[in-house]
């Protein structure tokens, strides 16, 4: 039997012990298996690496697509670029290779999301984390130009900053924070929804719940919404293709 899994914190939520199972069941896979692994410290990798011989690779979910680079002892070019991994493949010897399959996911998810007339606009990106690397990255691939939005002044401007003309200049906003994630499904990041109209695109990379709080209250204003499910499947078949299909 081999092993997949998802190494996260809190990761009870996750669609993707679902996926994988329901994806062995339809094609017949019967030497595959994907479990969670809810880690309280990335620290505690090594050890579940020892107690779990037959792992031969892991998704890597909030707040951890960072803090792992330490654990890696060889990264594919992209990853590193961004500097952030949710993809490991762990070899016989228990050394693991980094790689990032949130680009091909949310590049191809955001060019069905916005047609092709409206990308020329500006995005803010809601949370610095790991999470927002990959979406930085695709957005410069794709000529979007965008503003960071954090806590932290030192990472870009700051909520409080969200005022009339700043929204009116963003018309895409994206958001990487875990902020609505199931079970805490009325949390909500803290924008001026009043400024939001028909004009704007609103993409949660959260998919459980399917509409977050801030989809909804998005929708509420009129703007179209799209959550991160259709992500999550794209960057879990590129993983199973870097797993090697079985």
């Known amino acids: 039997m081999k ?11 996750s669609f993707s012990k679902q996926y994988f199972t329901n994806k062995f069941a339809m094609a017949g896979i019967t030497n595959w298996s994907y479990e969670l692994y809810s880690l309280d410290q990335i620290s505690q990798l090594p ?3 020892e107690s779990e011989p037959d792992l031969v690779g892991l998704n890597v979910t909030i707040p951890y697509k960072k ?12 990853a590193l670029r961004i500097g952030a991994v949710n993809t490991l493949s762990i070899g016989p010897d228990k050394k693991l290779t980094g ?17 092709d007339a409206q990308r020329n606009i500006r995005a803010l990106v809601l949370g610095t984390g790991g999470a927002s690397q990959a979406i930085t990255f695709v957005l410069k691939e794709l000529d979007i130009p965008f503003t960071m939005v954090s806590r932290s002044k030192a990472k870009g401007i700051v909520y409080d900053e ?8 963003h018309r895409l906003i994206i958001n ?3 902020l609505g994630t199931f079970p805490m499904v ?3 990041v803290d924008l001026p929804f009043e400024y939001i109209d028909a004009s704007y695109f609103l993409y949660d990379l959260i998919y459980n719940p ?6 909804r209250r998005g929708e509420e204003r009129g703007a179209k919404i799209k959550n991160g499910l259709e992500m999550l499947e794209i960057q879990a078949e590129a993983a199973w293709d870097i797993w090697g299909n079985g």
């Open 162 to 169: 969200l005022d009339q003309d700043v929204m009116s200049a």
């Open 186 to 188: 009325e949390e909500c």
């Open 67 to 78: 803090e792992v680079l330490k654990y890696v002892h060889s990264i594919e070019d992209t």
């Open 176 to 178: 990487t924070t875990p």
């Open 47 to 49: 050890k579940l690496l």
């Open 3 to 13: 092993k997949l899994g998802l190494i996260g914190k809190d990761i009870d939520y």
């Open 99 to 115: 790689a990032n399959t949130d680009v091909i996911g949310f590049k191809r998810s955001l060019l069905g999301f916005i047609p």
């Open 210 to 215: 399917a509409k977050s709080l801030f989809l």
